[in-house]
C-alpha cells in the first residue's frame, strides 16, 4: 500500500517556541492531506484538511492562527504549532489518499509525532 | 455527533480466541475502515467496507456493515498476541471524505 511519513517522530520544545511537522507522500502525490490531534488514550480528532495549492480547511474550534498548515507540494505539507504550551503536547498524526491507486477510498496515515511542551 | 462508537471500550481474551468489536454510528457514509494502533503508534489500515457493501473478509479478519442500524463490527478469528492493540473504525462522510473516528477498544489477547 501506499506509504505516508512524517518528521520528526518526536519533539520535545520550549514553552514558547513554535515546531514544524512534515507530512510526505512517499510513493503517490496527495492532493489532499488531514492533520489529525491525538491525545492519551484518547481517539483521533481531525483538525484540517490540508490543500495543495490552496488554504487549508480547519475544523470547528481549531486556532488556524496556532496550527499553520502549509501544503507546498504534492507530497509534502507541514504543520506548524505556534507559540507552543504544554496543553499542545499530543500525537500528531497525518493521512493521505492515493486517489491513482489499487485502494483510491483509503486513507493511509503516517506513523505520528509526539510533541511535547515543557 | 458523536460518530462512530465503538464497544466495548476493553476487551481481554485468551490466544486462540475471537474477538468481536462492534461500531455505532448517526449519520450517512461514504463507507467504514477499521485501523488499528499499537500503543504509541501509528494508524495501520485494516480494512474498508463501502456502504454498498454488507460484508467482507481479509484474513482472519470479518467486517459486516448494517446501514439500516449504523452499526459494523469487526471479528478477528484465531487471535493472537500479537493482535493486542487499540482497534478503530472510522466513518467518511459522503460530502467530503472527512474521517470521523470512534473511541476505540483496546485488545488485549493474552498468551
Known amino acids: 500500500g501506499a506509504v505516508v511519513s512524517q518528521h520528526p517522530s518526536w519533539v520535545i520544545c520550549k514553552s514558547g517556541t513554535s515546531v514544524k511537522i512534515e507530512c510526505r507522500s512517499l510513493d503517490f502525490q496527495a492532493t489532499t492531506m488531514f492533520w489529525y490531534r491525538q491525545f492519551p488514550k484518547q481517539s483521533l480528532m481531525l483538525m484540517a484538511t490540508s490543500n495543495e495549492g490552496s488554504k487549508a480547511t480547519y475544523e470547528q474550534g481549531v486556532e488556524k492562527d496556532k496550527f499553520l498548515i502549509n501544503h507546498a507540494s504534492l507530497t509534502l505539507s507541514t504543520l506548524t504549532v505556534t507559540s507552543a504550551h504544554p496543553e499542545d503536547s499530543s500525537f500528531y498524526i497525518c493521512?493521505?489518499?492515493?486517489?491513482?491507486?489499487?485502494?483510491?477510498?483509503?486513507?493511509?496515515f503516517g506513523p505520528g509525532t509526539r510533541l511535547t511542551v515543557l | 455527533s458523536q460518530q462512530g462508537e465503538e464497544d466495548p471500550q476493553a476487551l481481554s481474551i485468551q490466544e486462540g480466541e475471537n474477538a468481536t468489536m462492534n461500531c455505532s454510528y448517526k449519520?450517512?457514509?461514504?463507507?467504514l475502515q477499521w485501523y488499528r494502533q499499537n500503543s504509541g503508534r501509528g494508524l495501520v489500515h485494516l480494512i474498508l467496507?463501502?456502504?454498498?457493501?454488507r460484508e467482507k473478509h481479509s484474513g482472519r479478519l470479518r467486517v459486516t456493515l448494517d446501514t439500516s442500524k449504523k452499526s459494523s463490527s469487526l471479528l478477528i478469528t484465531a487471535s493472537r498476541a500479537a493482535d493486542t492493540a487499540s482497534y478503530f473504525c472510522?466513518?467518511?462522510?459522503?460530502?467530503?471524505?472527512?474521517?470521523?473516528f470512534g473511541k476505540g477498544t483496546l485488545l488485549t489477547v493474552n498468551p
Open positions: 467496507i463501502r456502504s454498498n457493501e
Open positions: 472510522a466513518t467518511e462522510s459522503p460530502s467530503n471524505y472527512k474521517l470521523t
Open positions: 493521512s493521505a489518499r492515493d486517489l491513482s491507486g489499487s485502494a483510491p477510498d483509503t486513507q493511509y
Open positions: 449519520t450517512s457514509i461514504n463507507n
